[in-house]
C-alpha cells in the first residue's frame, strides 16, 4: 500500500480532542484493548480514543504509552491516523517492526474492528474495537470522561508549549507579588492595632451569625432545587438598602454559550442550570455608569483568558483550555450572559459586544498550537456601551489620586454555583488606600481580605465633598489591587 507519509498536526489532536469534548455531530471513537500489562496499562484495560491522530511508544508524548521496560518498542513506533470514516495504521519506527494480525505493516494499512496490533516481535499487543451503533458516538462518553480524555490525547503532545505558557505567567506573578508583599509590609503595623481592636467583638459576631446562617442555608437550598426543577430564573436579588448604588450594580451570569468549530459548524449550550456542558458557568459582577457604560472585570466576560487561573485537574480548567484553543485556532467562542439587579431590572448581552484591553496578553505558538493568556493586570476590565440613561456617578480624576488613608467601599457578588444563583445575596466591605495615586496601573489597598477575586467586576467607591458615593474603581483578581475607572477612558 502507498504511504502519502505521516506527520502529528494540530488539527489531528487538539483540534480533533476539541470537537470531541463539546459533542460534534456525528463523531465516533475507537477503543484499545490492552492485551499485556505496562506501567501506564493494566493488562486487559480498554481505553476509549476520542482524537484524529495518536501514537503509540515509549516517549512521553505519546498518547498510548509504553515503559522502558519494553526495549523492543520505539520512542515513536506508530501510529493510528483518521482517514474519512476508517482509521488507519501508520508506521512510524525505522529499526522496529509493527505488525496487523501478525503481518508486518510496511507503510501503512486500514484497521478493521477486531484486528490486533503488535509493536515489534514479541512485544506489547492491542485489540482495535470499534463500538456499535449509538455507543459509537463521542457524545455517548460522559462529559468529565470526554475532559479528562482530552487531556490525555490531545494536550499530552503539547505539554511544552502549556508549560512555557504558564512559565510567562508565573514570572509576572511573582513581579506583581513582590510588590504586593512589600505593600502589605508597610501597612502591617497599621492593620495590627485595629484587628486586636475588633477580633473580641467580631467573634461575638460569628458566632450569632454561623448559627442563623445554618438555618438560611437549609431553607435556602430547599428553594434552589425547587427552582432549579421548575427551570425559573432569579427575579429579585437583596441588595444593600441604598438606592443609588442598588439600582445599578448587577449580578452576572452565563446563559449559554456558541460555539463556532473551524469547519463552520455552530453549536449553541445551555450553561444556566449548570447541566452537562463542556462549557463552563461562571458569575461575576457588572455596573451601570451614569454615561450609560456597562463595567465589569474582563475575566467575568472572557474567562477563557484566564484558564491557567484554575487547578489543572479541575473540569474547568480543561474546558476554559478547549475554549482558549478554539479560539485561536480558527473557531470562534460567544458567550450570553444575563445581568440582573436588586431592584429586578435585567438585560442580556454577549462576549463579543464588551471592549476590552488585550495589550499585555501572551500568545505563544509552539509545536503548532496556539494559545493565549491574559495578564491579572490593569486590563482586567472590560465595558459595553448601552442606551440606558441613568446610573453611578464616577470620577476620573479622583481614581488616579486618591490618597493613603482614604476610605473606600465595594459591593458585589461572590462566586457561586449555578443553583445559588436563584438566592444569592451580594457582599459589600471597606478597605482604605494603601499608597498615594496608583501603582503599576492599580489603586492599591490594605485589606486585602474585603476585596477579593470572590467580587470581581464590583465597582468600588468612596464618597465625595457631598458626602456621596462615586465609583473610583473595580474589584480586580488580584487581593489588595483595585483597577481605576480611568482606565477604559483613556
Request: aromatic letters at 10%; charged letters at 25%; glycine letters at 8%.
Amino acid at each position: 500500500m502507498e504511504t502519502v507519509g505521516y506527520k502529528r498536526t494540530l488539527s489531528g489532536s487538539v483540534g480533533s480532542g476539541v470537537k470531541s469534548v463539546f459533542g460534534g455531530n456525528g463523531r465516533r471513537y475507537y477503543i484499545l484493548e490492552h492485551r499485556v500489562g505496562s506501567q501506564y496499562h493494566k493488562a486487559g484495560e480498554s481505553q476509549k480514543i476520542i482524537v484524529d491522530q495518536i501514537e503509540l511508544g515509549r516517549d512521553p508524548k505519546c498518547q498510548v504509552r509504553f515503559d522502558e521496560s519494553f526495549t523492543t518498542v520505539s520512542r515513536r513506533h506508530a501510529a493510528i491516523v483518521k482517514d474519512g470514516d476508517n482509521w488507519k495504521l501508520v508506521q512510524l519506527s525505522k529499526t522496529n517492526t509493527t505488525y496487523l494480525n501478525g503481518r508486518p505493516v510496511a507503510n501503512e494499512w486500514y484497521l478493521q474492528n477486531g484486528d490486533e496490533i503488535q509493536l515489534s516481535t514479541n512485544g506489547p499487543k492491542l485489540g482495535f474495537i470499534v463500538p456499535q451503533g449509538d455507543k459509537s458516538l463521542v457524545k455517548s462518553i460522559g462529559l468529565s470522561a470526554r475532559l479528562d480524555l482530552f487531556r490525555q490525547q490531545a494536550l499530552r503532545p503539547y505539554k511544552r508549549a502549556l508549560a512555557i505558557i504558564c512559565s510567562i505567567f508565573a514570572v509576572a506573578l511573582i513581579v506583581g507579588g513582590y510588590f504586593i508583599f512589600q505593600t502589605n509590609q508597610d501597612n502591617v503595623k497599621l492593620n495590627k492595632e485595629l484587628k486586636q481592636t475588633n477580633e473580641e467583638l467580631e467573634q461575638y459576631k460569628e458566632e450569632a451569625k454561623k448559627a442563623s446562617k445554618e438555618y438560611d442555608k437549609k431553607i435556602s437550598d430547599l428553594k434552589n432545587r425547587i427552582n432549579v426543577a421548575e427551570g425559573k430564573i432569579p427575579s429579585r436579588i437583596p441588595g444593600i438598602g441604598i438606592d443609588e448604588i442598588d439600582n445599578y450594580v448587577y449580578l452576572i451570569y452565563t446563559k449559554g454559550c456558541k460555539i463556532t468549530m473551524d469547519d463552520g459548524s455552530t453549536t449553541w449550550y445551555n450553561v444556566t442550570t449548570g447541566e452537562d456542558s463542556p462549557v463552563p458557568f461562571w458569575i461575576g459582577t457588572g455596573f451601570l455608569l451614569n454615561d450609560g457604560r456597562f463595567v465589569t472585570s474582563r475575566r467575568t466576560i472572557e474567562n477563557w483568558c484566564f484558564w491557567n487561573q484554575y487547578d489543572d485537574d479541575d473540569d474547568d480548567y480543561t474546558g476554559l483550555q478547549a475554549l482558549n484553543l478554539l479560539k485561536n485556532n480558527g473557531g470562534s467562542v460567544v458567550y450570553t450572559f444575563e445581568a440582573v439587579s436588586p431592584k429586578g431590572d435585567r438585560f442580556t448581552f454577549r462576549s463579543n459586544e464588551f471592549k476590552t484591553f488585550r495589550d499585555t496578553d501572551e500568545k505563544v505558538t509552539e509545536e503548532g498550537i496556539k494559545m493565549s493568556l491574559a495578564h491579572l493586570d490593569a486590563n482586567n476590565i472590560a465595558y459595553i456601551k448601552t442606551s440606558k440613561k441613568n446610573g453611578l456617578p464616577f470620577d476620573t480624576k479622583t481614581s488616579n489620586t486618591l490618597k493613603k488613608g482614604i476610605n473606600v467601599t465595594f459591593f458585589g457578588y461572590p462566586t457561586t454555583n449555578a443553583a445559588s444563583i436563584y438566592s444569592i445575596s451580594p457582599e459589600s466591605g471597606e478597605s482604605k488606600v494603601a499608597i498615594d495615586g496608583l501603582k503599576s496601573g492599580f489603586i492599591y489597598t490594605n485589606n486585602g481580605d474585603e476585596m477579593t477575586f470572590r467580587n470581581s467586576g464590583s465597582p468600588v467607591f468612596c464618597k465625595n465633598d457631598k458626602d456621596k458615593y462615586v465609583v473610583v474603581g473595580v474589584v480586580s483578581d488580584i487581593t489588595n489591587a483595585v483597577i481605576p475607572i480611568s482606565r477604559i477612558y483613556k
